[in-house]
């Protein structure tokens, strides 16, 4: 008789999976007669055969655009998603909406996103273009999705020629350090109005 947390530890998962698989229906915990959660050796066979983890994993699809403007291209995103996902047959067990820029690697869902991927709770991520899940270093967070089970799927294979790919990035680039200048900026007026005020 295992408790969960032993349980988990048997299968190299964290009890919050195990818990999640419960809720599913995936596993089913036996109870002691105080009602106690356990599980036994024949569920550390069933849940460690080949299968199982694959079964138990999520699909997810990620939908990002840059800016709060943009919210009407994001709803587009989605429903272009929902096509793609029902032509493919894909059951979606989870949408993930999220604003910010693609340089941004500190977004707060894109970090949850990574975080399941790497419990092994993430099967499947659906993205609609590469950069839609980062405008660079997409090959890295493949690697790592892959050492983890987990296939990413880009729904637009399109690849542009080397010199738009270029040009994409580099308007990219100047967009981010431009907020970050008008950030700056509002900051310098601030500090000045408030130095301005002291002095009276």
């Known amino acids: 008789m295992y408790r969960i947390g032993e349980f988990a530890q048997r299968i190299g998962r964290s009890p919050s999976t195990v818990r999640r698989w419960e809720r599913e229906g995936r596993i089913e915990a036996r109870r002691t007669a105080s ?8 569920d550390v066979r069933r849940v460690l055969q080949p299968g199982f983890e694959e079964s138990a994993r999520k ?14 291209d994001l709803a587009s995103q989605v429903e272009a ?15 993930v909406r999220e604003v910010g820029g693609g ?18 709770e993430v099967g499947t991520l659906v ?3 590469k950069d839609r899940l980062a405008r660079f270093g997409f090959e890295y967070l493949e690697h790592v999705a892959g050492k983890n089970g987990c296939e990413i799927i880009v729904a637009n294979q399109e690849s542009l020629s ?18 970050r200048l008008y950030g700056l900026r509002r900051y310098e007026k601030t500090l000045k109005d408030e130095l301005a005020g002291g002095g009276r």
Not at 107 to 115: E, I, P
Not at 162 to 179: G, N, R, Y
């Open 59 to 72: 699909t997810v699809v990620y939908c990002r655009v840059s800016s709060p403007g943009q919210r009407g």
């Open 127 to 129: 993205i609609a273009h």
């Open 81 to 95: 998603m929902e096509e793609f996902c029902r032509g493919r047959g894909l059951a979606v067990d989870e949408w």
């Open 103 to 120: 340089m941004n690697l500190q977004r707060k869902k894109f970090l949850a996103v990574m975080d399941a991927i790497e419990r092994g």
């Open 162 to 179: 080397p010199q738009a790919e270029m040009v994409q990035d580099l308007l990219a680039i100047v967009h981010t350090f431009s907020c």
């Open 35 to 42: 009602g106690q959660r356990y599980f036994t050796d024949a």
